[in-house]
Each structure stands twice: as structure tokens, then as C-alpha cells.
């Protein structure tokens, strides 16, 4: 890895770990399995298949993945103590490219205040846990937690501590998602350029979103030299959650001309693996979350919905077939304008001019004030109901604002003749 391109960001997703311990995204060993083999699919760099010392089921998935999965890292969690450790290797040692992850603090609210030690006691047990776990295994990643409120001193001590010992990742976490980007970038620019041994580390990083910047502090990291992104499919994790794998997959791609970062990652397998994720934590996506909700390539407003149909460039910055959708979707509401009502009408095949497509265009309107989406099997309904109209005066159909004198009284009318 650290002989790649320059410009090579590696995805490291951890949604089957920090995803999949949060609260109500518990995954069995065959519904991670199943995520695994699309994260395969996805050209993700490594796996973070979870923490096997947790639980028994844990472990067995974490080793069925190992087993399985081919072209990925397999990586899985472990404290800064022998049992996790060995329980770690004995999970991921049949992987074609295993990687131990070791965690423990650097902070000093949590020095204190959770492990109850010394700043030389947790480096003492770090180097030795870094130790312990190169004597296994070539690949060592190194995580000291919540390094986003540490001492930048004591953490630049840290990493120069964990290199010397044998890590060759070193991932810096903003656990409490409490960085502004400037900070973390700086922070993680200080530590590649003062940390003795740096360049034989890759540096990493980790973000929680609590305060929303998880994908701007990743970005900063990048701008700062880090070249390995951690992160989880829909953004989920623990609290707020993770920075999210498709909004940095999609963030290198449409902004590539002015990052000049590239990675791996075969984007039109976002969407499938997001609804998998989603199907198989039964945890629904946002409706306007970036890139994978459903509202992310859709318009609404007749002032967008002319634009998109005249260019997508108008409103849309990536093509919804980059992240696996067949396309965006024009959703037809009390907001939608008369293009996109003839547009849709076209699609099905059906052309109205004059009189006829007045009325279906009223009849329209009333319809969609009562609901929120007007279907295509509404929109065939209202196109035979106006078919027949062919003017306003003497036909045996007056304007259908003239039949239905009140608003109520339309939409209940509109409701009755489509629903029955
Ligand atoms: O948030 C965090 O600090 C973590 C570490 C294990 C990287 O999840
Ligand atoms: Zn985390």
C-alpha cells in the first residue's frame, strides 16, 4: 500500500464494526457475510468485519469473512490487551491479507477518567500490544482513540511510539466527532510532519459526525496527507454515526479535477449496497441523505423539473447511473410544472394539446393539492377522464373549474372518480 500513487485514497469501511455496534443495527453472521460480499463487489480496500472477543457469533463471522472475501484487507477490533488480541488473529489469520486493528486512548479525559492510568502506562501498554500483535501478523493498524481532544504533543509521542513498536497504519480518530476541519487537519498535518518514522506509517483517519462535519473533517484530513479513509455504508455508527462511504466515494469523484485524489471504489455499487445495508439492519435510509436518499436524484419543483428536463447539468452535479440508479426521478406534486406533467404524460405514451390537456392539467392540480404524489395510474386515469374534452364552450364538458365550484368539493369529486 504505501508504495501506491500519491494520490490513492484507500476506503476502509467499517460499517460490519462501528456500523453494526450501534444501537439497533445488530447483524447475524449471514447477514454480514452478505454485506461483506457487496462490499466486496464495491472495490473497498479493506474490511473491518468486527470485534470478535464481543461475542462468540461475532467471531465466527468475522472468520467466515476472513475465509471468504478476496482482493480486500480483512481487518477486526481489538483493545490493547493479549486476550482481544489473540481472539482478533484467530478470527482473520485465513484472510488473504489480514490486518490487525488495536485501539486505546490518547486522550487525556479518557486516560483518566475511563482507564484510570498514567500517559506512560498507556504507552507502555500500547508498544507492547503493537508488539504482541506484530508477532502475529505483518499488518498492524494503531488507533488512539479519541485523538481529537489529545494533547497534540502527547499524540505526536504516541504515533512516533506505536511506529517504533511495529504499526504500519496509524489511524487518527475523532471519536466524539468534535473537530472544526481546520483543526483536524492540522492536527493530522502536525502529527505526519512531527511524528518520528511517519513515512514508513499510512495515516488514517476515523470521524464521528455528532456535530455533522464526519465528511468535512475526512476531507481536511486528505488535504493534510492522510490516505486512508474510515468509514461506514449510510453513515451509520455509533451515536450520529460515521463518516459515510458513498458522500467521500462521490466527494473524490465529482470534485477529482480539484482534489486530484482518486480510489477504488466501483461506484455504481453504492445504491445496491446501501439498500442492503439499510434491508438488512431494517434501519431506512433519509429520505435527503447525499447521494443514497431517495430524494437524492429527484425533483419536485416545477421550476427544477423544467430545468432537469431541459439539462440535468441545470440541477444535477453526478449522474444518478454513476451510483447505480437507472435515473433521477421527477416526482409530481402540487409543486410540479406543466412541463414535467407532459413529460411524464409522454412517457406513458400518451400526447394531449388544446382543450383536452387544459383540463387534465386542472384536474391535475386539484388531484395532486390532496396527496402527496401523483402516480403514473393516476395520471392515465385523468388522461382518459380529459380525452374527451375538446373546448370550453358547447361540447357537453365545461372546464372542469366550472363543474366543481369548491376546492373540497373538486378534490373529493377527482378522489371518488379515480379511487372509486
Ligand atoms: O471512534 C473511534 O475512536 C473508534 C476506534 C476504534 C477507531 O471507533
Ligand atoms: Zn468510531
Keep these: 500500500m504505501k508504495d501506491a500513487s500519491p494520490d490513492r485514497v484507500f476506503i476502509f469501511d467499517t460499517t460490519l464494526r462501528d456500523g453494526e455496534q450501534s444501537p439497533g443495527f445488530h447483524l447475524d453472521s449471514n447477514s454480514k457475510l452478505r454485506i461483506a460480499r457487496q462490499l466486496e463487489k464495491l472495490g473497498v480496500d479493506v474490511i473491518e468485519a468486527g470485534f470478535p472477543i464481543s461475542s462468540p457469533g461475532d467471531f465466527e463471522a468475522c472468520r467466515r469473512i476472513a475465509r471468504e472475501i478476496r482482493g480486500a484487507t480483512v481487518t477486526a477490533l481489538a483493545r490493547a490487551v493479549r486476550e482481544d ?49 506484530r508477532s502475529l501478523c505483518e499488518n498492524v493498524q494503531y488507533s488512539p482513540e479519541d485523538a481529537g481532544r489529545a494533547d ?5 509521542e504516541t504515533v512516533e511510539t506505536m511506529i517504533a513498536a511495529g504499526a504500519n497504519v496509524i489511524n487518527i480518530p475523532d471519536t466524539t466527532g468534535y473537530c472544526l476541519p481546520y483543526e483536524f487537519g492540522e492536527l493530522v498535518r502536525r502529527v505526519i510532519n512531527e511524528a518520528r518514522g511517519s513515512e514508513r506509517a499510512l495515516f488514517s483517519v476515523h470521524c464521528h459526525n455528532d456535530l455533522g462535519l464526519a465528511v468535512a473533517n475526512t476531507l481536511a484530513a486528505l488535504s493534510a496527507g492522510a490516505r486512508r479513509v474510515e468509514c461506514t455504508i449510510n453513515g451509520i455508527g ?20 480539484k482534489l486530484g485524489l482518486e480510489c477504488g471504489v466501483n461506484t455504481t455499487e453504492i445504491t445496491r449496497t446501501s439498500r442492503l445495508v439499510s434491508e438488512l439492519t431494517g434501519t431506512p435510509v433519509q ?39 437507472s435515473d433521477s426521478k421527477i416526482v409530481l406534486t402540487a ?86
Excluded at 486512548?105 to 492510568?117: A, C, E, P, Y
Excluded at 419536485?300 to 428536463?309: C, K, R, T, Y
Design 85 to 133: 488480541i489473540d481472539a482478533v488473529w484467530g478470527a482473520i489469520k485465513e484472510a488473504e491479507d489480514p490486518q490487525i486493528h488495536i485501539v486505546l486512548s490518547v486522550s487525556d479525559v479518557h486516560i483518566n477518567r475511563k482507564l484510570g492510568m498514567t500517559r506512560d502506562e498507556v504507552l507502555k501498554r500500547g508498544a507492547e500490544a503493537v508488539a504482541y500483535a
Design 238 to 257: 455509533e451515536r450520529a454515526g460515521n463518516t459515510s462511504l458513498e458522500e467521500v466515494v462521490m466527494l473524490l469523484r465529482v470534485r477529482q479535477a
Design 287 to 325: 429520505p435527503n441523505k447525499a447521494v443514497v436518499g431517495a430524494n437524492a436524484f429527484a425533483h419536485a419543483s416545477g421550476i427544477h423539473q423544467d430545468g432537469v428536463l431541459k439539462d440535468r447539468l441545470n440541477y444535477e452535479i453526478m449522474k444518478p447511473e454513476d451510483v447505480g440508479l
Design 335 to 420: 409543486r410540479s410544472g406543466r412541463h414535467a406533467f407532459h413529460h411524464r404524460l409522454n412517457r406513458l405514451g400518451i400526447t394531449l394539446v388544446d382543450a383536452p390537456a387544459d383540463a387534465a392539467w386542472q384536474r391535475f392540480l386539484q388531484l395532486a393539492d390532496t396527496k402527496k404524489e401523483v402516480t403514473d395510474e393516476d395520471l392515465r386515469k385523468i388522461a382518459a377522464m380529459s380525452e374527451t374534452t375538446n373546448g370550453h364552450e358547447g361540447n357537453g364538458h365545461p372546464p372542469v373549474t366550472d363543474q366543481l365550484h369548491d376546492h373540497n368539493h373538486v378534490a373529493d369529486t377527482l378522489r371518488h372518480l379515480i379511487f372509486g
Design 152 to 156: 497534540p504533543d502527547y499524540l505526536v
